[in-house]
C-alpha cells in the first residue's frame, strides 16, 4: 500500500521531460497531418491533444466532415483533393468507413498516429504554459493530462501550433488578429460591416434515431423556450442530423476564446429547444417516433484568434490566384462568411464567393514572423478575415500542416530557420521534395530527377481518346452539359454525340476553354453551332474548326433542351469528366455566381460534374482519336490532371497491360514509388456522407513487378491507396522493371501517374 504523511510544503504533480525535434500542439486534421509527416521524415515528435480522441472537428466529439478545395463538388476546382498524409487518410476511411461513421474515423486516426514509431502521443493532455530562452524563440512547452495527473515539459527546436485558438503562439507573444480588417487594409471588397460581424460562430451537431415508437420528450429547464423565429429563418428540414446543421451557430459576437463555455450553453439551449419544438409543437407528426440519440458536448469552434506571419493572405490572393514565389500547397474553398449573430440572425447563413480555381498558399503564411521557431498550422495561419473565410476548412488546413511537418524536417536537416527557408535557393529545393512527397503545388511540377529518368519508358498500348462507350443512360438535358477532355493547339476536334429528341428542335453546341489553362471555368467560348436534331434518335457529328491556343482542357458543351436526352457513357476514365451548369445548394444558390457590384468577386458560371454512381462521362466518338495517355507521362513530374490528363492509360482491349522502365545497363534499385489514380476530383468527405463504394473506381487494384531476368520481383492484390511505397528487402540488380497490371473493371482502363526509382 502507499502511506504518505503531511506535507507542509504540499505536492508537485508527477513531472516528465521529453525531448523531441518538433513538438506539435493540437491534435486536430491539422496536428495529425504535421505530425506523421515530419514522424516520416525522421523527425521525433511529440503530439499533445487536449481531448480524448484526434480529429477535431472531424472526430466524434464534433462530427463536421473534412472538405477542402472540392467544396463538395459544387464550384470549378476539377482533380482539386488535396493529397499526401491526408488523401492518404480519406481514402481509408472511405475503404472502412463508406457511411461516414465518426467513431470508425476516430480509430483510424489513432491508427495512423501510433503507427508512426516516432510520434510519441499524449492525449487529454494541455499546454497551459509556453517557456522562452530569447525574447523570440521558445524554450520548451508545459502541459497537464488530467487522467495520469502528470506535468509534461516539453523541449524541442521547433514548434508547431495546431491547436485551434494559438495557446501557444499566444503566450509566446506572437502577433495575432482577432476580428475582420477594413476594407482598405488589404483592399477587400468583401470585408464585412460591424452590422455583419467580425467573427464566425461555434457550432453543435445532433443526431436523432427512429426507434420505431412513439417517443416522448421532455425538455430541460434551460431550454429555449421559443425557437420559432430560428425554424422561420432556417430551411429546416426534419431529417437533417449531423453537420448538415451547420447553422446551429452561435458566439461570433462574444470572445470565441474565453466564452467558449458560454457559447456552448447558448447552442445547447438552442437544440433543445429546436428539439422540443420538433416533438411537442404538433407541427412534426413524423417525429413521433424519433428520440435524440446524440449531441455534441464540445462546440465545433470556426474562428478565434490569427496569427501573422511574413505574408498575410488576403481576399485578391484567392480570388486572382495571385503566384507566389514560395508557393508550398493551395486552397479553393470559397471565402465563405456568416454572420456574427448566428442562429438568431435573419439574413442567410452563411455567404459564399467562389473563386475561378484553386490558389497558392505561400509558406510565409505558416510561420510567425516573431517567434523564429514557432510554425502556425490550423486556422491560425496568417491571413486576413476574409481570406480565413477560405483557409479556415480542415482539408486546407491539413494540407498546409503536412507541409510544416516537411518544412520542420527540411530545417533541421539543413540548419535553417523557418523564415530562411523563403529565400530563393532554400524555397526551390523545398517545393520539390514536396512534389516528390507526394503534394500538389498549383503551378509547379516536379523537376527533381530519379533513375526512371535515366531509362526507356515502354507499354503495352495506350489508350487512344477516340471513343467514350455509348453504353450509358440517355441523360435529359435539364441543364446545359459539357465533356471535359485535354487537348492542345494540334488538335482537330470532330465529335460525335447521340441524342433522343421528343419533336424536332434545334441543340446549341459550343467549344469552350478556361481564360487561364489550369482553369475549369469554361468563361471563353471559341465556337458555337446550332444542330438541327429530329425527333427520335440522332447521331450528330459536329466538325470544329477552331483550335485551342494552349495545352489546356476543352469543353464540348451541349445548351440545355428539356426535348432532348444525351447518351452517356459507363467509362470511367482518368482525366476525363462530365460536368454540367448547375449548382450545390450547399455551397451556391444559382448556377451563376453573380456577386453584387463592388466586393471584388468574379460573375461565373458553374460547371459541376454528378457524384458516381451517376454517369461520369458522354458517350462520344473524336477523330482523329486524342493521344493524351503517354507512357512517358509517368515521369513528367504531374501527379494529377493539370492543364493535361498526366496519366498513361492502357488500352482497354489490352487484356495484359504492362509498362516498362529499360537502362541500358543494370542498376541498384532500392525503392519505388507507384502514383495510382484515385479520382482527384471526388470530396470523400469524411462524415455523414454515404459513399457509393469503398474503393474508387479509377484506382488500380492489382499489379506485380517483373525485373529484367523474369523475376517477379512484387505483387500486391486488392490495392485501393493512391501512393505505393515500395521498399524491397534487399537491392534489386536489373535492367529493367516490368510493371503488369489488371483493368480496375471492364469499364474502366489501368493508369498510372507516376512511378519514381530510387
Not at 429563418?233 to 437533417?240: A, G, L, Q, W
Not at 435524440?292 to 490566384?321: A, H, N
Not at 507541409?403 to 520539390?432: M, T, W
Amino acid at each position: 500500500m502507499i502511506k504518505s504523511e503531511f506535507s507542509s510544503l504540499g505536492r508537485l504533480a508527477e513531472e516528465v521531460v521529453l525531448n523531441a525535434d518538433l513538438v506539435v500542439t493540437g491534435g486536430g486534421m491539422a496536428g495529425v497531418c504535421a505530425a506523421i509527416n515530419a514522424a516520416r521524415l525522421n523527425l521525433k515528435v511529440v503530439l499533445i491533444q487536449d481531448r480524448p480522441v484526434l480529429g477535431g472537428n472531424a472526430s466524434s466529439e464534433v462530427r463536421l466532415w473534412i472538405l477542402g478545395a472540392t467544396s463538395s463538388m459544387g464550384n470549378n476546382n476539377r482533380w482539386a483533393r488535396e493529397g499526401g498524409v491526408l488523401n492518404e487518410i480519406l481514402v481509408e476511411n472511405m475503404y472502412r468507413n463508406p457511411d461516414g461513421n465518426a467513431i470508425i474515423l476516430d480509430t483510424i486516426l489513432l491508427e495512423k498516429v501510433t503507427a508512426e514509431r516516432n510520434i510519441t502521443l499524449l492525449l487529454n493532455t494541455a499546454a497551459y504554459e509556453v517557456i522562452k530562452y530569447s525574447s523570440d524563440k521558445i524554450d520548451k512547452v508545459l502541459a497537464f493530462c488530467s487522467q495520469n495527473s502528470t506535468k509534461y515539459v516539453l523541449q524541442a527546436p521547433f514548434f508547431c501550433d495546431a491547436s485551434g485558438d494559438g495557446i501557444v503562439a499566444f503566450q509566446a507573444g506572437a502577433a495575432f488578429r482577432m476580428g475582420a480588417e477594413s476594407k482598405e487594409e488589404f483592399d477587400e471588397g468583401f470585408a464585412p460591416d460591424e452590422e455583419y460581424g467580425e467573427l464566425l460562430g461555434h457550432s453543435i451537431y445532433f443526431y436523432s434515431k427512429d426507434m420505431g415508437r412513439p417517443i416522448s420528450y421532455t425538455a430541460p429547464a434551460y431550454a429555449l423556450k421559443d425557437v420559432s423565429d430560428i425554424i422561420k429563418y432556417r430551411s429546416f428540414d426534419i431529417d437533417d442530423f449531423g453537420c448538415k446543421l451547420w447553422w446551429i451557430e452561435y458566439g461570433g459576437r462574444l470572445d470565441t476564446v474565453h466564452q467558449t463555455e458560454d457559447i456552448k450553453w447558448e447552442l445547447w439551449k438552442v437544440i433543445y429547444g429546436i428539439w422540443d419544438h420538433v416533438k411537442n409543437s404538433g407541427k412534426y407528426p413524423e417525429a413521433e417516433n424519433l428520440t435524440l440519440e446524440w449531441v455534441g458536448t464540445i462546440p465545433g469552434k470556426r474562428e478565434s484568434r490569427r496569427f501573422e506571419g511574413d505574408y498575410m493572405l488576403s481576399q485578391k490572393d484567392v480570388i486572382e490566384q495571385r503566384e507566389h514565389f514560395d508557393a508550398v500547397t493551395y486552397g479553393g474553398w470559397a471565402l465563405d462568411l456568416h454572420p456574427a449573430d448566428g442562429v438568431f440572425s435573419d439574413r442567410p447563413g452563411c455567404n459564399q464567393w467562389h473563386a475561378k480555381g484553386v490558389y497558392q498558399i505561400p509558406l510565409r503564411c505558416l510561420y510567425s514572423k516573431n517567434i523564429k521557431n514557432l510554425w502556425l498550422a490550423g486556422r491560425i495561419i496568417s491571413s486576413s478575415h476574409v481570406a480565413f473565410g477560405s483557409s479556415r476548412v480542415m482539408a486546407t488546413v491539413a494540407a498546409c500542416a503536412q507541409v510544416v511537418g516537411s518544412a520542420a524536417a527540411y530545417c533541421l536537416k539543413n540548419n535553417l530557420q523557418p523564415s530562411d527557408l523563403v529565400k530563393p535557393e532554400a524555397i526551390k529545393s523545398f517545393q520539390q521534395e514536396l512534389l516528390l512527397e507526394g503534394q500538389y503545388i498549383p503551378n509547379i511540377n516536379l523537376e527533381i530527377q530519379n533513375l526512371a529518368h535515366q531509362a526507356t519508358i515502354t507499354s503495352s498500348s495506350e489508350f487512344k481518346l477516340g471513343n467514350l462507350h455509348f453504353n450509358g443512360e440517355w441523360q435529359k438535358l435539364e441543364y446545359s452539359t459539357a465533356q471535359l477532355i485535354p487537348v492542345n493547339p494540334a488538335d482537330i476536334l470532330n465529335v460525335t454525340l447521340q441524342f433522343q429528341a421528343n419533336e424536332d428542335t434545334v441543340i446549341k453546341i459550343q467549344l469552350r476553354v478556361s481564360d487561364k489553362p489550369q482553369n475549369y471555368t469554361p468563361e471563353n467560348i471559341l465556337e458555337s453551332q446550332d444542330i438541327i436534331v429530329k425527333a427520335g434518335f440522332n447521331e450528330v457529328t459536329v466538325n470544329f474548326n477552331e483550335t485551342v491556343s494552349q495545352e489546356q482542357y476543352a469543353f464540348i458543351c451541349i445548351e440545355r433542351n428539356e426535348l432532348v436526352a444525351v447518351k452517356t457513357s459507363k467509362m470511367f476514365l482518368t482525366g476525363t469528366m462530365m460536368v454540367m451548369n448547375r449548382f450545390n445548394k450547399a455551397v451556391a444558390t444559382s448556377g451563376v455566381q453573380s456577386p453584387p457590384d463592388g466586393i471584388g468577386i468574379d460573375t461565373f458560371e458553374f460547371w459541376c460534374p454528378s457524384r458516381r454512381p451517376a454517369p461520369q462521362n458522354l458517350g462520344m466518338n473524336i477523330y482523329p482519336a486524342l493521344e493524351p495517355y503517354k507512357s512517358e507521362n509517368i515521369i513528367n513530374g504531374a501527379l494529377r490532371p493539370t492543364t493535361k490528363a498526366n496519366a498513361w492509360v492502357a488500352d482497354l482491349n489490352d487484356t495484359k497491360p504492362y509498362l516498362q522502365i529499360k537502362w541500358q545497363e543494370k542498376i541498384e534499385i532500392k525503392e519505388m514509388k507507384l502514383f495510382f489514380d484515385s479520382d482527384f476530383d471526388h470530396p470523400l468527405e469524411s462524415t455523414l456522407r454515404v459513399h457509393p463504394e469503398r474503393i474508387v473506381p479509377h484506382t488500380v487494384r492489382d499489379y506485380y513487378l517483373v525485373d529484367g531476368a523474369k523475376n517477379v520481383i512484387y505483387k500486391r492484390k486488392g490495392n485501393y491507396q493512391t501512393i505505393n511505397h515500395i521498399i524491397f528487402d534487399k537491392s534489386i540488380n536489373t535492367d529493367s522493371i516490368t510493371i503488369h497490371l489488371a483493368h480496375p473493371s471492364e469499364n474502366v482502363p489501368a493508369a498510372l501517374f507516376e512511378v519514381q526509382v530510387f
